[in-house]
């Protein structure tokens, strides 16, 4: 048999994650996300896979990213019972990670029964806490640029790609074939990561296309978030940022404290207000390896924790000026929401988004200028001012991700341009056979493509 991949996430769109590796003798998931966004998309999640879960020998993760890991849980419900091989830094975050975002799914159920709001009854999560530890007993961590055994006559090796802690490249290898998985590549020349380590070679290639289509500014980066910080304080009011927990959290509480050593901006109360960033703070402190030399503390001056959802609810007392790390980035869920509720209809409040926001996210919709917005069943209307600083990506540019490509000595057999939406696929394949002269095709849904 001739070995093939198919594309079963990650292709016209930027979540969901899974690409299906099969080579006769064995079946290997790379990545093994969480469809998020879209409802369509979302309705992906329960559908059946293509694939017997009890059948692979083994998941490989680039990172600890809910798009890329968060269907495990499930996965580990239907049947599977092999490896999660991974980077140790993304094993520890998987341990807050998975158990959180079943909380999210049990939550989500249990509002749904108590409010009438799903047609089925009763409605149930798709995973659970139990399904998550399930998971998380499978777990492997495998050390960076080592060479582990994943399937039969299949090897892969972990190579770090930068834009969160653990966050790697995979190289895949069957026989002389090496196959070989971008993850998503981090930014080069950034605050606390190190750059995208080069490849040498691949036979077959994806790359990630989330910015594939735009070049991040230039300019200063922390500009837009001293702005926010001086409106707040102008306005006194909240500056609100909803924030991924893991690595963007971080760097904005980094990028704080260096704003405040260059008197950019004011001492303000911060307060970090995500149980999850709040653990994946600690866990960046104790892999020192993964991060820039000379990196120096998190945390700004007057520095605030709301661990206990009283301590969320007491934040609404607070007056401002302040600033509040919140999650999710995308305001699809968590304490954000609770804030977005009561803060949107104030015009002295001010919103920074601080990275992508997918089509159909309460982000994107604020993103775009959304008059009002739905939250808890609501239609709350948007008074406050909402900016978004695409400067805090953790995703590369299309220039940062040519100049990856840029470090290999030839050039792959078919480059597929996966974990993108249309418009920057497409971008992002052209550019590739424009400047490079490589052989490159946008990724299709549901696809099987050989790889000899």
Known sequence: MTPSLTFLGAAGTVTGSKFLLDTGEARVLLECGLFQGLKALRLQNWAPPPFEPARLAAVLLSHAHIDHSGYLPRLARIGFTGPIYCTSGTADLLRIMLPDAAHLQEEEADYANRHSTSKHQPALPLFGVDDAVKALGL?????????????????????????????AIMEVRLGELRLVHSGDLGLYDVPIMPDPEPVAEADILL??????????????????????????????????????????????????????????IPSLAVYLDSPMAIEATAIYSQHPEEKDPGTGPFLPRRFHLARSVQDSKALNEVDGPLIVISGSGMATGGRVLHHLRHRLPDPRTTVLFVGYQAAGTRGRLLKDGAKEVRI?????????????????????????????????????????????????????????????????????????????
């Open 139 to 167: 777990v492997k961590p495998v050390k960076v640029n080592t060479s582990v055994a994943v399937g039969r006559g299949l090897s892969a090796r972990f190579i770090r790609s930068g834009p969160i802690l653990g966050a």
């Open 207 to 264: 790359v990630e296309s989330t910015y594939g289509n735009r070049l991040h500014p230039r300019e200063d980066p922390a500009a837009m978030l001293v702005t926010a910080v001086r409106r707040a304080v102008e306005q006194k009011g909240w500056l609100l940022i909803p924030a991924f927990a893991v690595g963007r959290s971080q760097e904005i509480l980094y990028t704080l404290r260096e704003l405040e050593k260059a008197e950019r």
């Open 376 to 452: 808890f069943g609501e239609e709350i209307p948007v008074r406050a001012r909402v900016t978004v600083s695409d400067a805090y990506s953790a995703h590369a540019d299309q220039g940062e991700i040519l100049r990856w490509l840029r470090g290999f000595r030839r050039a792959p057999r078919m480059t597929y341009i996966v974990h993108g939406e249309a418009d920057a696929a497409l971008a992002l394949r052209d550019k590739i056979s424009e400047d490079l002269g490589w052989p490159a095709r946008v990724a299709e849904a549901g696809a099987t493509v050989p790889l000899q």
